[in-house]
């Protein structure tokens, strides 16, 4: 090749650098085809979006969680997950399976415990811990915070240092243990913004929440993490307060 034709390219090498980061993905692909989602049909009046989150607390249990993470794989959903710091030293590559999947991850206390009522060195051994040790396992710090049964005070929201999440639907799985009971009881009061309260230690629940998804899926919802949900509504997340569900 000639001195001119190495010119040439040279020259052209900044307009494909600015061709590919036109092409990068957007950072929310709120309108990205789904799998489990049926596309629309040609000319077909477009559903309005509906945005739901899958949370899951008291994890991870290895045989559960597991098959758990393979379900929303194939169906190519993305879940929010409140973690047990003690149960994180045996499972830390669960837990990093769940991140490279793009799951977002929570505190939910080092040992289920409940936050109220605890003093300063306690509740550092609790939530400061857990903390420090999915930083180790992860590499990044970014966590929400569930207290165990949703129970909180002015201390904890102090002491918090991050958002607090709960949930606006609860079908009470560790109770019923039941499938296909759980699976309606959402279905039933699902909405656009809700946060659907789990437990991934029961094989039950891992059953429901896959039902919920494919039934969710045929009525339009999209599937997205705790983060995603509130980003999507414009709703800023902010430490110490406690957030139920981005309702629009
Ligand atoms: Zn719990």
């Known amino acids: 090749m000639g001195s001119a034709g190495k010119r040439r390219i040279l020259w052209l090498l900044p307009l494909l650098a600015l061709g590919l980061w036109t092409l990068r993905p957007a950072a929310v692909p709120a309108d990205a085809a789904l799998p489990g989602v049926p596309a629309p049909q040609p000319g077909a009046r477009q559903p309005e979006r509906k945005y739901i989150a899958l949370t899951f607390d008291d994890g991870p249990r290895r045989s559960t969680t597991t098959r758990l993470l393979d379900g929303l794989a194939e169906r190519g959903v993305k879940a929010t997950f409140f973690l047990i710091g003690a149960q994180v030293e045996d499972n830390q590559d669960v837990v990093r399976r769940m991140d490279e999947q793009g799951h977002q991850i929570g505190l939910h206390t080092y040992d289920h415990v409940l936050l109220t009522g605890l003093n300063q060195a306690d509740f550092d051994a609790q939530v400061k811990r857990s903390r420090t040790l999915l930083k180790q396992v992860l590499g990044h710090n970014d966590f929400l915070l569930r207290p165990p049964y949703g129970i909180l005070d002015e201390a904890v929201k102090t002491r918090a240092e991050c958002p607090i999440i709960l949930w606006s639907i609860d079908p009470e799985d560790w109770k019923y243990r039941n499938a296909r009971q759980v699976a309606a009881h959402i279905t039933a009061n699902a909405q656009d913004g809700s946060i659907i309260l789990l ?50």
């Open 199 to 248: 437990h991934d230690i029961f094989p039950e629940s891992v059953d429901a929440a896959l039902q919920v998804v494919d039934e969710l899926h045929r009525q339009g919802y999209l599937f997205c993490t705790v983060d995603e949900l509130f980003s999507l509504r414009g709703i800023p997340l902010r430490a110490g307060e406690t957030y139920c569900s981005a309702y629009p």
